[in-house]
């Protein structure tokens, strides 16, 4: 983890690979990721903690399933969100974001219950961002 100021926009250039966040900065026990993502990810659910999200650039949308049914959230760019824990979700981006999440580390990017990972789709914890 760096000592210095990080500039989001440098970290996002750093690397291309979609819907595969790098981890930016730890906060106690939570990861600043970043993300560059674009077409679908996939519907999956966090049991155990809420999820939060800010739009940086692009568009993020995020379907819910709840309760009352299904609908989709649209975050325009400085949007922020939380998908509260045991909602099952799926993020998209049909023209492209990068994004910034917040949540515990260790937490996995398709959840602890998912449909069948997209060869797209990076099943993961978070990259360091230099690696
Ligand atoms: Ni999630």
Partial sequence: MSNQPILLSKALASFDALWSPRIVTRVN???????????????????????????????????????????TVVLPQGAVFTVPRGTEHKPSAPSGAAILMFEPTGTPTVGDRHEEIPDHVDATTGHDLNA
Avoid at 46 to 52: A, G
């Fill in 29 to 71: 026990d939570y990861d600043v990721r970043i993300a560059k993502v674009e077409g679908e990810h996939l519907w999956h659910v966090h049991d155990d903690t809420d999820e939060f999200f800010l739009v940086i650039e692009g568009e993020l949308q995020i379907s819910l399933r709840e309760p009352e049914g299904e609908r």
